[in-house]
């Protein structure tokens, strides 16, 4: 089945609804827009100022500023309920996760643990290979997509990427 995707979501060419970061706990993509009224609440209402004004005033969540600690604040901030915590989904803020690149220093022989020490997950651990060196072992399962593994790296070698959640909220306009 085709996904549906709105008309933001069209006009920047996010074909497949993946597009923008958002913060936590918000609604599926393909509402959001319809139901966020920019009114920058969630932006003033984080601590840690990862929130930035994205593509056309809507809330991204920005990974190179820091990492998100799931405090709450910009959900219970938000007016319209764009961002919306139920029994269901607080445990489940949001779907993405970290991916390491290929030009991740411990993969091309340089010691680094930058993103292994700020992982209170410990979803980033260092494999001991042949020669001493130590290569970086990603456990997306234990990965709850906080990026606070982003900006300290020095090469910029840890993105976000979206994964597929069935419990992200559908709220009709
Ligand atoms: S949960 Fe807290 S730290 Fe995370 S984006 Fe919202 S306000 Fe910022
Ligand atoms: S901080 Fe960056 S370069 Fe260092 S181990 Fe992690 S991903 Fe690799
Ligand atoms: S995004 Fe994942 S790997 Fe990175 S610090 Fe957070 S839990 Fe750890």
New binding site residues.
Partial sequence: MAKRINRMQFLRGDFEGEGAFRPPWAIAENTFTDICDRCDQCLKACPLNIIKPGIAGFPEIDFSRGGCDFCESCAQACPTQALHITDSNIEMPWQHIAN?KTS???ENGVV?????DVCEMHAIRFKLVVGGSAL?DLNTEECNGCGECVS????Q??EMQHVQNANQLEINP
């Avoid at 680094?112 to 292994?116: I, K, L, P, T």
């Avoid at 300290?152 to 090469?155: G, L």
Wanted: aromatic share 0%; with cysteine.
């Fill in positions: 390491v991740c220093l411990s680094c643990r930058c993103c292994g970086i300290v790296c020095p090469v070698a840890i």
